[in-house]
């Protein structure tokens, strides 16, 4: 338990892959950590199998509005993200699949030139050290095919994904690196290939800071977990710098606690929004916000199902859902018409939440031939990089407010001629795909509401194009850190959690080392 | 005549309308019923709005061998939504109201074209969601589309049909892993 008024501990907003690990990282080096989380504490015995139940129970579900020209305001209008509210944050229900960004992505602008309309820099940090940093990640996470860890059996999925993408000539198609255990490591057990990744893991298989990083933390008798607890505002002293946390507690009571340090990582929404909500006299456009890039340059990733059906089953649900990857397409060929590269993922969803994520649109006698086919039915993801737009940004929503009062997130995104022909071209291939064996149909999904959201306080080497430095330390206020995947200067076209691991392990030893330095 | 199985906990006293119908032969839920007949009694909407909007619901997701309780399953979740929510109730009455008296026993064609007429309504866009939200979660849904749903409690499907797939070769184990031992 830390005093509300003790002036030495670091507070962190957000329990998640950031939050979460950087949390154990401070306190195993004897540093006090308030973390405070929104949501309530799971556990691998109360997550529920029921997935409507699953959903309620672990995703963040207080309101925001969005705009823009993309799909999702169309086909998921109250449900821009799809995000967790649950200690652990978006561990709980992510799918574990850890690739890493690639060097040139880490280089995006000099890698894709001046691309009109875009808002694309370098990242601050040479790849050798992010490298350095993956593969740290890598060890404490397991991650499959990396290390010596056996790649995941492969599933009935898996065959037709491996079967077709042969057929069109891809060299790297495998079971995918995946945070999830194929043998018992780490205290944890070993995947028993039920499915249901996305409605928190039932064996602890999956790596998640819930059952990982924070009770080790615990341990250290350095963290003071505070569930329930939304921050509200950062507040500063009148030397500007952080020095407090306002929240409401598990009753919705005002609570203050203090700070030597403030590190926000409330996923790339909740994070600039807080910023936002911390105006003052000194800081009227809100903290660390001189440059006025926060919220801007948000990312989300061209996501996009691709189904194939079959004449035979496939029983695609059977098995870890991510569980298989195609590499070939990670490239930055502008031959193709685009700059940047996308992944193939192997996906499937369950039978309540296929017609209405998978295929959200449509009714009558076609939608429900293709719900007929459910057990023939194939599945993989298009996770390609998306064009950072300065106008592509979170704000304040003007009129529809919280449960507190304060206005909630609202989230625009027109995409870029970029990000669209991505989408066609990978879809295209991934229908190829399907095609090459023998599909009786195939189906371009959905773009699903965002599961991967970057950007939105990133970190720039030059002040005027970011939020913070190459350590998520804000430009403007040097207690003050981004340690989300709102840091990442561009999304590259990886999966973030890796990358987001990694930025932790590498800011916390740069905090470590300020602190002690009495720098901060 | 023999009771009916009653497809929800009697909560309501008093019920404003009633659903009724056959299992189908091998139904998941003649397991627990007495007779085949089962009968859904409505909080809130009345026996006609009920029979509106479980046709409604079998012309947005037609699958013509799931039997009728699968879809008067539907309006039993929207019957019970719409007693906790005015807003939707009332939404829910005109709507089934603005459809008509005939709608449930129009022939298929004729039922789809009054719904494209309104497909863009906020009544009908609330009735597709809850639709295919409730219809797609019943054990009746499971059974008849093949889903396993859940299998933690029968220890995953590791050992149970995984990589049973056989129309399909089988992938190399460098790109793969291997099965841990049982």
């Known amino acids: 338990m830390i005093e509300h008024t003790d002036e030495g501990a670091v507070v962190i907003v957000g329990s998640g892959a950031g939050g979460g690990t950087l949390a154990h990282e401070l306190t195993r080096r004897g540093i006090k950590v308030v973390l405070l989380e929104a949501g309530k504490r799971e556990s691998i015995a109360s997550f529920s199998q029921d997935p409507n139940v699953a959903f309620g129970q672990l995703t963040w579900l207080d309101p925001r509005t969005q705009s823009g020209t993309w799909t999702v305001p169309r ?207 000194k800081y009227p456009h809100g903290l660390a916000n001189s440059s006025d890039q926060v919220g801007r340059n948000y990312t989300h990733h061209i996501i996009n199902f691709v189904w194939g059906i079959f004449d035979q089953p496939v029983h695609a649900w059977r098995g870890a859902t991510l569980a298989g990857l195609i590499e070939d ?184 080392r300020e602190m002690t330095a009495r720098n901060i | 005549m023999k009771p009916a199985l009653i497809l929800q906990r009697r909560e309501f006293l008093q019920a404003s309308g009633v659903l009724t119908g056959m299992l189908a032969v091998g139904s998941p839920l003649a397991l627990l019923a007495p007779t085949r007949t089962w009968a859904v009694d409505l909080s809130t909407l009345t026996s006609a709005e009920g029979a509106t909007l479980m046709a409604m619901a079998r012309t947005i997701a037609p699958h013509d061998k799931l039997e009728d309780a699968a879809y008067a399953l539907v309006v039993r979740g929207i019957d019970e939504q719409a007693s906790k929510d005015d807003g939707l109730k009332k939404l829910m009455k005109d709507g089934a109201q603005g459809l008509g008296a005939d709608f449930a026993r129009a022939p298929e064609a004729q039922r789809v074209a009054a719904l494209k007429k309104i497909e863009q309504s906020p009544f009908f866009q609330l009735t597709r969601v809850k639709t295919l939200q409730l219809l797609y979660s019943s054990p009746l849904a499971y059974k008849y589309f093949g889903y396993e749903g859940e299998a933690f409690s029968k220890g995953g499907y590791l050992y149970r049909g995984l990589n049973d797939l056989r129309w399909l070769p089988d992938v190399p184990l460098e790109d793969s892993g291997p099965m841990p031992t049982a």
């Not at chain 1, 799809?82 to 978006?90: L, N, R």
């Open chain 1, 329 to 512: 397409p990670q490239v930055n060929d502008p031959k193709r018409g685009f700059v940047g590269g996308y992944h193939f993922e192997l996906c499937s969803l369950d039978l309540p939440t296929f017609p209405l994520v998978g295929i959200p649109y449509g009714w009558g006698r076609d939608f429900a031939s293709v719900i007929d086919n459910f057990a023939n039915i194939a599945g993989i993801l298009v996770n390609g990089e998306d064009m950072p737009r300065a106008d592509n940004r979170i704000t304040l929503d003007p009129k529809v407010r919280d449960a507190y009062g304060l206005p909630v997130a609202h989230v625009h995104v027109d995409e870029h001629p970029n990000d669209l022909a991505m989408r066609k071209h990978a879809t295209d291939w991934g229908a190829k795909l399907y095609e090459a064996i023998g599909a009786k149909r195939t189906l371009k999904g959905s773009h699903p509401p965002a599961t991967h959201n970057m950007g939105t306080a990133r970190m720039s080497k030059n002040p005027r194009d970011g939020v913070t430095n190459a350590w998520g330390q804000t430009h403007d206020i040097k207690n003050l850190f981004v340690s989300d995947g709102s840091q990442m200067s561009t999304p590259g076209s990886a999966n973030p959690t890796l990358t987001i691991v990694a930025l932790a392990l590498r800011q916390a030893e740069y905090i470590s």
């Open chain 1, 75 to 281: 086909d998921f209008p109250t449900l821009p993200a799809w995000i967790a509210k649950s200690v652990g944050g978006t561990t709980v229900h992510w799918t574990g699949a850890t690739p890493r960004n690639r060097e040139w992505e880490v280089t995006a602008r000099t890698s894709y030139g001046n691309v009109a309309g875009t808002s694309l820099i370098d990242w601050p940090i040479s790849y050798q050290e992010l490298k350095n940093y993956y593969q740290l990640a890598e060890r404490r996470l397991g991650v499959t095919r990396r290390n010596g860890v056996p790649g995941m059996p492969a599933s009935n999925n898996f065959k037709v994904m491996y079967a077709g993408a042969k057929k069109l000539g891809f060299k790297r198609v495998h079971t995918g690196y995946l945070a999830i255990n194929p043998q018992p490591f780490d205290g944890r057990a070993l995947c028993i290939q039920q499915g249901f990744c996305a409605q928190g893991c039932k064996t602890g298989a999956k790596w998640s800071t819930l059952y990982t990083e924070i009770p080790r933390a615990e341990a250290t008798g350095n963290l003071d977990l505070r569930i329930q607890c939304m921050a509200t505002r950062i507040e500063h002293g009148a030397d500007g710098r952080a020095n407090g946390v306002v929240y409401r507690d598990a009753q919705g009571k005002e609570q203050r606690q203090k700070a030597r340090i403030v590190c926000v990582a409330g996923n790339a929404l909740e994070t600039p929004r807080l910023l936002l909500l911390s105006e003052s006299a």
